[in-house]
């Protein structure tokens, strides 16, 4: 099946730690997505990456940091300079610039 | 800042009756797109109306576009109880970064049966 994955589904983060969320996709796409969402809100960009070894901040990068060594994978890294990181972490990706994104299941994450 | 914001947040329908969703955004852009998120998941992309188009129709699904004042609207007929989502719209910015895209804070629909 082509898709794009998040793993994992629930993450709990305590004072301190950084963690790592991952996003894997095999659509073959080139550009990938990362968003933040809080209850009843929107989406909020923090990293995009229109290219492998290549990314730009969003609205919200502060507290952020990702990488991208492989056109298949843009994991976020949320580190202890993010104080209020509990949220739904979205990953997405796209074949071309303004066209239709592709959504992940999403991780929550939860502060200890 | 919110490049879209949909109206109303919340809609609360009989099944069978009609749901009209509007959003409004700033600046120009070159395509306006819906997307559709069921509770604690991830958005799934329902349609997508380019600049130079005015109406789109996807099975039951009706997408208008007034790029003069800057809105479009989504009309769901015939409403089902599966309806029941969360509904957003995104846009890009024609003067800006072509793979950003800006998404409003939601319309909350809900479908009683």
């Known amino acids: 099946d082509g898709g794009i994955t998040q793993s994992p589904k629930y993450l709990f983060r305590k004072e301190g730690q950084n963690v790592t969320l991952s996003c894997e996709q095999n659509?073959?796409?080139?550009?990938m997505y990362w968003y933040r969402q809080d209850p009843g809100q929107g989406l909020r960009l923090i990293y995009y990456?229109?290219?492998?070894?290549?990314?730009q901040k969003g609205d919200i990068a502060e507290g952020y940091s990702v990488s991208r060594e492989k056109k298949e994978s843009f994991p976020l890294t949320v580190t202890s300079a993010q104080k209020n990181p509990t949220a739904f972490y979205l990953c997405?990706?796209?074949?071309?610039?303004?066209?239709?994104?592709?959504f992940g299941p999403g991780t929550r994450l939860l502060v200890l | 800042s919110q490049q879209g914001e949909e109206d109303p947040q919340a809609l609360s329908i009989q099944e069978g009756e009609n749901a009209t969703m509007n959003c409004s955004y700033k600046?120009?852009?070159?395509?306006l797109q819906w997307y559709r998120q069921n509770s604690g998941r991830g958005l799934v992309h329902l349609i997508l109306?380019?600049?130079?188009?005015r109406e789109k129709h996807s099975g039951r699904l009706r997408v208008t576009l007034d790029t003069s004042k800057k809105s479009s609207s989504l009309l769901i007929t015939a409403s089902r109880a599966a309806d029941t989502a969360s509904y957003f719209c995104?846009?890009?910015?024609?003067?800006?970064?072509?793979?950003?895209?800006?998404f409003g804070k939601g319309t909350l629909l809900t479908v009683n049966p």
């Open positions: 109306i380019r600049s130079n188009e």
């Open positions: 995104a846009t890009d910015d024609s003067g800006g970064s072509n793979y950003k895209l800006t």
């Open positions: 600046t120009s852009i070159n395509n």
């Open positions: 997405a990706s796209t074949r071309s610039p303004s066209g239709t994104q592709y």
């Open positions: 659509l073959n796409h080139d550009a």
């Open positions: 990456s229109q290219i492998v070894n290549d990314f």
